[in-house]
């Protein structure tokens, strides 16, 4: 209870998590809604209209949430781990300022102008608004993961004589190799969120025989989405992503296996328990010498256990490493399966009158978060004890003014808080969805619709 | 380069305050000039295309400043550690309540909203008000180069003195009443009718009481920060500053007398420009004054990362402002003219439904 490092790392760790469940939709519904856009421009078929329509309003909602969620964020630098922000303020300040001067800018501009202003732009105009806010939020996923990556494999910097890091080659940081293959895994994760979303709530339409035309469009979308963002997911972003891992961080790669004892041929669990007090996995069901082979390209090659690494190393929680990591593999592969299988009954033309299959999709609209999330967890506690790998360790990272007390308050009050937050959302997107597409309704009332309806242009 | 940063920081932020102001004083007035349900979505209607775009701002100000100055960015947040949370709850309900009121049309979901706009805005508007305060004021940085502080802990300013004591709420208050004079100015020039008039009536009102509060801010900054008014009275950069304040003055007078209300509103965004540009002026080189001794002074040169980073930054900030400020006369250009709000169209999902 009074260590402070446990509720910086709570409070952080929560904070963050929750965020993301925002964003990683919108980035990936941004895509979708462009596509949609782009059909109804080419085809002039107004039912992409509509549902680019339902979906802007699911994506205005989120967003929300994500901004308020998210400024918390770029705080928590500052006020919770103000040794590591001026340990490495230095590099990673050129990050956090690029996405505030190219991506938030862009982004806070024409989200009012896509969501409320297709009655007074062009159809064309409206298009590139909505393009224009794709651009904006998948540049600002890039400049956070470039932030992380920097935590995960430091390059382009310098050591000064303060003991601070510089930036050394602004093109090395950012452009570093891990971000590169983390930004394309973790958008690919972001459209898979975003098309079973999408997936999802059609099936549920269709099952209940509402909006039929708009629900079957999405459905079809939706499932061609998850089909290929699911294949990507797994190669090459996850495939080369794993590699990054295998070379840069040993250690890590160990714990996410569960692989204590060094040695050519390492075999990949399927499923099994680690058990680090007696340093083994327990009832594994393994693939023999697969891992040595992904992770280094031939069966025979040499992987890393965690027996020839000192404890003081360690990820400080092999087992949620192990299982987190396990877990997003496993439904990853399950996204597969659903994805690629649905595809074929679309392509036969058997998905919108197999019942049993929309019931799947309707239920499998949670298990994309869960993967990310712990595929975020994965990466999280797999970088410790570093909080920039190799150079600073987390425990050294917090700020040494504000004690434990404090911290538990500010966790409780954001735990509250976000709840609350939480509620809201969950009764207003079960609103829109029980009110669906009908092109009956007028734009939301949000202020900017007024404003632009009766703006008193010359 | 420490200098020119200092001045970005200072730009982006003062370029924050104008713009987020201008909301912030309209949230904080809207119960009391607008009172019919049109007549709030007349004052929302005319602030939420921007205030998203106004916040970023402060966000984009945030970035600058861990950018350029990594040392100050983490020794000032966590030393007002429980402050800036506080802000950020106040910033996540205001957003809310702007973003989620429109969605249900129950008469008692827009009311809640609508008290919580106001009073998180005018909070905001204290809280970061006091913050200025503390900034002026210096804080209790020790030879660790770190500082913590209480909330309160003698109302006097001094070394045991808290975030808030007599002179921070002072400049809160100060900052509340000249961002309502702000906001009402922008609601005066960008609505008609009996919004207009009673904005107008408020900006007049806080005017007043803002010239009197001006003259209690500036003599108990002297008193408390000696030094800056010291280091101020020989920098003729600030004497500037000082006249800008004087002609945002005069143009926010004579826009009043006139009924020139734009005239008015942009006296004010002078007004309010000019006393931050003196009190970064008076201030530089230090970012945080320590109370405990000037030797613990946390200055631009000590908190700076190295120039390699600063002139990259330098690069693309030269590309990336400009296209912000493209933006932004868009998006103004796009919304320009009075604001007028039409009758709601019926809403298919009344509320009994969901």
Known sequence: MTDPLFWHRLQFGFTVTYHYLFPQLTMGLALLIVIFKWRALKTGDAGWDAAARFWARIFGLNFAVGVVTGIPMEFQFGTNWARFSAFSGGVIGTTLAMEGMFAFF?????????????????????????????????????????????????VG????????????DFWAFVLNPWALWQYAHNMCASVLTAAFVVSAISAFWLLLGQFQDVASRCLRAGVVAAAIASVL????????????????????????????????????????????????LVNPVE???????????????????????PEDLWPDNVELTYYAYHVMVGLGTMFIALGLFSALWLYLGKLLQSRWLLWIWMLALPFPYIATTAGWVTAELARQPWIVHGLMRTSQGTSLRVDAGSTVFTLAGFAGLYLVVGLLFLYLVGREIAHGPAPSRAPP???????????GRA | MEMLWYGVVSVMLAVYVVLDGFDLGAGALHLFVAR????????????????????????????????????????????????????????????????????????????????????????????????????????????????????????????????????TVLVGVFTLV???????????????????????????????????????????????????????????????TLLVVAAGMAALVRGLLKNQTGLAFGGSALFLVGLLASAAGASWPVLLHSTVSPRFDLTAQAAASQGYALRTALTWTLIGLPLACAYFVYLARTFRGPFRVEPEAPQPSGPGRA
């Open chain 1, 106 to 154: 862009l982004e806070s501009t024409f989200l009012g102008l896509f969501l409320y202003g297709e009655k007074r732009l062009s159809p064309r105009a409206h298009f590139a608004s909505a393009v224009a806010l794709f651009v904006g939020s998948w540049l600002s996923g890039y400049f956070i993961i470039a932030t992380n990556a920097f935590m995960q494999h430091p």
């Open chain 1, 157 to 168: 910097y310098l050591v000064a004589a303060d003991g601070r890091l510089h930036l050394n």
């Open chain 1, 233 to 280: 997911q797994l190669f090459p972003t996850g495939d080369r992503q794993g590699r990054m891992v295998a070379d840069h961080q040993p250690v890590a790669l160990a714990a996410m296996e569960g692989v204590f004892e060094s040695g050519p041929g390492a075999h990949l669990a399927i499923i099994g328990q680690p058990d680090v007090k007696h340093r083994r």
């Open chain 1, 287 to 309: 693939v023999p010498g697969m891992l040595s082979f992904l992770a280094y390209g031939s069966f025979g090659s040499t992987v890393l256990g965690l027996n020839d690494v």
């Open chain 1, 445 to 455: 009332r949000a202020p900017a619709a007024a404003a632009l309806a009766g703006g």
């Open chain 2, 36 to 167: 019919t349900d049109t007549e709030r979505r007349t004052v929302l209607g005319a602030i939420g295309p921007v205030w998203d775009g106004n916040e970023v701002w402060l966000l984009a100000g945030g970035g600058a400043l861990v950018l350029a100055f990594p040392l100050a960015y983490a020794v000032g947040f966590s030393g007002f550690y429980l402050p800036l949370v506080l802000v950020l709850w106040l910033l996540v309900l205001r957003g809310l309540s702007i973003e989620l009121r429109s969605h249900v049309p129950n008469p008692l979901w827009r009311a809640f909203w609508d008290v919580v706009f106001a009073l998180a805005s005018a909070l905001l508007a204290v809280v970061l008000g006091a913050a200025l305060g503390n900034v002026i004021r210096g804080v209790p940085i020790d030879e660790s180069g770190t500082f913590g502080l209480p909330l309160f802990a003698e109302a006097l300013p001094g070394l045991r003195s808290g975030v808030l004591d007599l002179y």
């Open chain 2, 178 to 240: 000249g961002l309502t004079a702000h906001g009402g100015l922008f609601l005066a020039w960008k609505t008609e009718g009996p919004v207009q008039a009673r904005s107008l009536r408020a900006a007049r009102f806080a005017v007043a009481l803002l010239a009197v509060l001006f003259v209690a801010v500036s003599w108990a900054t002297v008193r408390v920060q000696p030094a800056l008014a010291e280091a101020g009275s020989r920098r003729p950069l600030v004497w500037l």
